[in-house]
């Protein structure tokens, strides 16, 4: 779905690197949220933005990863330093339209992160 | 706190048989459900979502789901299983009002069989 663009889609790095992934989403969405998807743990909650501000970071599992979001067509989630355990599909997903839920998320086509 | 459990990570069927694909949700507030699916190396797509009105929603590729509030359920069925519908299917729940969180179930792989 051209809606959400990320990048990289594949990324291999070493251990200790930092890693920054992006995302595009196409304007006019309120809400943008980061994923991670594994075997083990499933479709994980990083953070979600409303109207560029973060609203729940809960979800990020330690001071290693931050995310931003300086304008409403462009967020990072960065890695830093990378742990092999931080291997997943990294997912960026957008939601609600002028104020109003749709109910419907946007996803990307993902971001695989394989750390060695 | 709102989370969802899908019972059976892997389902098989053969082609033309029903689809049964098992979904139930916890949540303090009313909440709105859906089902997403994903292709391999794919992002999500939605199937079909419940908010509110009618319990029984019907969403792309002759899939629907009955929102069941007694049994706090939201299972997927499909009459007859194509092979297209090979995938791994998704369960989430959000809140009706409030948080945009969207939560999602650990992901039912379904496979069809010729």
């Known amino acids: 779905d051209a809606g959400v663009i990320q990048s990289p889609r594949h990324e291999v790095t070493e251990m200790g690197q930092e890693v920054t992934l992006r995302c595009k989403p196409i304007s006019g969405h309120d809400y943008l949220f980061w994923y991670r998807q594994t075997m083990m743990r499933g479709l994980e909650l990083l953070i979600y933005f409303n109207n560029n501000v973060p609203i729940d970071d809960s979800g990020m599992p330690e001071d290693r990863f931050s995310a931003k979001m300086p304008n409403a067509s462009f967020s990072t989630l960065k890695i830093q330093p990378s742990e092999p355990r931080d291997s997943a599909v990294y997912f960026c997903?957008?939601?609600?339209?002028?104020?109003?839920?749709?109910?419907?998320?946007?996803f990307g086509e993902g971001s695989r992160l394989t750390v060695l | 706190a709102q989370s969802v459990t899908q019972l059976g990570s892997h389902v098989s069927v053969s082609e033309g048989a029903l689809v049964l694909l098992r979904c139930n949700y916890s949540s303090s507030v009313p909440p709105y459900l859906f089902w997403y699916v994903q292709y391999p190396n794919q992002g999500l797509q939605l199937l079909l979502k419940?908010?509110?009105?009618?319990?029984l929603v019907k969403g792309i590729n002759g899939f629907e789901a009955e929102f069941k509030k007694s049994e706090t359920s939201f299972h997927l069925t499909k009459p007859s299983a194509h092979m297209s519908d090979a995938a791994e299917y998704f369960c989430?729940?959000?809140?009706?009002?409030?948080?945009?969180?969207?939560?999602f179930g650990t992901g039912t792989r379904l496979k069809v069989l010729a």
């Open positions: 997903a957008i939601d609600g339209r002028q104020g109003i839920r749709t109910g419907e998320l946007f």
């Open positions: 989430a729940v959000s809140e009706g009002s409030g948080t945009y969180k969207y939560i």
């Open positions: 419940y908010t509110t009105g009618a319990t």
